[in-house]
């Protein structure tokens, strides 16, 4: 499969409302639902290879710890907050191998960084899967959590992530560099998008919400390439880490 392939996958999986990125599917084969700690080093490296070069040095990075949560591990000062995201809480599924690295901006840090941070402390409590779906959901509907209140950005243009993807709805692994801009409560029909004509351009996907709603721009062929060649040796130590995250036949 090629990245072009990939990122099509991600685009028919928001246009036909199945989550974006992150698709409902029961996958078979996960030694149980524990979530294991990475090496500082390289979590920190995950994470950061969320944002553009040149976003990085200046940085916030949030590292996981299973047993209590998101803690900073890097102090940054350009406003953008970096994690490998563990959960997806509207799926009401654990899984130990889904790694998402994220790097959301100043707006995006007070709103949607912190739902995400809440949902790995509440699992790390013991919450059950459906049970914390729930709660999120319930806080956006009493307004603990909204969405940013001004425009904004996620960026999401890591070499490699982990999670469900068409065509099969099975966890993968592969390139998906992608940047997902706040778009609360919008829809494809509102910007007249056709993801049937052309993958290329910005579509909506609703992570679990409509408050969470992002327009995503998918990057192109050549600049996805040069992003895995730049990445290598971070794909090698991935790969080496464990082999769930070894980039499959493209």
Known sequence: MTSQQSLACLAIAAGLGLGGMILS???AGTAGTAIEKMPADLETRFALSAAPAHIRAEATVYLLDPAKGYEVAKEGSNGVACMVSRTAWEQAEYRNDIYVPLCYDAAG??????????VAALRIE???????????EARY??????????????????PVLRTWMLPDMKVHTRPMPHLMFYAPNLTDKDIAANLAADVSYPFIFAEGHPAQSYMIQVVGSAESEAILTAEKDLLDKLCAYRDVLCVEER
């Open 109 to 118: 840090v007070e709103t949607y960084f912190k739902v995400l941070m809440d």
């Open 126 to 136: 013991g919450l059950a899967p459906e049970a914390l779906k729930a709660e999120i």
């Open 141 to 158: 509907g009493n307004g603990t959590y909204t969405a940013p209140e001004q425009p904004g950005l996620s960026y999401m243009v890591a």
């Open 25 to 27: 599917t029961a996958a």
